[in-house]
């Protein structure tokens, strides 16, 4: 099993700013995703966080602007820039460590753009 | 590619009466299917999977699901509903070769005293 800490919980920001969301996990992972939901939308992927290169983006996700760090295998950020209130979602961070067959999630981050 | 459809944003059930959660897929590959549950101010956990073994499988809570190739489901049951059941359930679904998850839209279960 897998506890991932992700902060902050939630933050109400201004169009135009960034906000860098953290996420710690407990033990050693290789596999770490980005996830976002939109208002009355289903979990959608971002991105895969590879520790030691550039992560792999989704279809539809650009590292302009969301561009993720993954300096070690416990700890990655996803930064949200220049927010528009479209970027208004809950963000979670996810690992795996059953080989594909159990993903833990963060308690997420509620972002609201104002 | 994989797709997820859950049918029924929201279900309310009475105390003591059944739970059913659909959900359909799509997959060009055998998949991995998983119902994920997230109670109130708590993340997501999850419920029960099916990952080639049993078509029936049992979670925690009284959950179980049965996988359905012909058409093809993976519907989530339990006989009898529990206050604490109230949360929202999320169907997903991956494969052998892939780690991203594909998800449900979530289904909100309220239950009626």
């Known amino acids: 099993s897998a506890v991932i800490s992700q902060k902050p919980s939630r933050d109400i920001c201004q169009r135009g700013t960034s906000l860098t969301i953290q996420c710690q996990v407990d033990s050693q992972v290789t596999m770490m995703f980005w996830y976002r939901q939109q208002p009355g939308q289903s979990l959608t992927l971002i991105a895969t966080?590879?520790?030691?290169?550039?992560?792999?983006?989704e279809s539809g996700f650009v590292i302009d602007k969301f561009p993720i760090s993954r300096p070690n295998l416990t700890f990655s950020t996803l930064t949200v820039s220049n927010m528009s209130p479209e970027d208004s979602s809950i963000y979670l961070c996810?690992?795996?460590?059953?080989?594909?067959?159990?993903?833990?999630f963060g308690q997420g981050t509620r972002l609201t753009v104002v | 590619a994989q797709s997820v459809t859950q049918l029924g944003s929201h279900v309310s059930v009475s105390e003591g009466a059944l739970v059913l959660l659909r959900c359909n897929y799509s997959?060009?590959?055998?998949?991995?299917l998983f119902w994920y549950v997230q109670y109130p101010n708590q993340g997501l956990q999850l419920l029960l999977k099916?990952?080639?073994?049993?078509?029936l499988v049992k979670g925690i809570n009284g959950f179980e699901a049965e996988f359905k190739k012909s058409e093809p489901s993976f519907h989530l049951t339990k006989p009898s509903a529990h206050m604490s059941d109230a949360a929202e359930y999320c169907c997903a679904v991956s494969s052998y070769n892939d780690y991203k998850l594909s998800f449900g839209a979530g289904t909100t279960v309220t239950v009626r005293a």
């Open positions: 099916y990952t080639s073994a049993a078509t």
């Open positions: 996810s690992v795996d460590t059953g080989g594909n067959t159990e993903a833990f």
């Open positions: 997959s060009s590959v055998p998949p991995y």
């Open positions: 966080a590879n520790q030691g290169s550039e992560a792999t983006y």
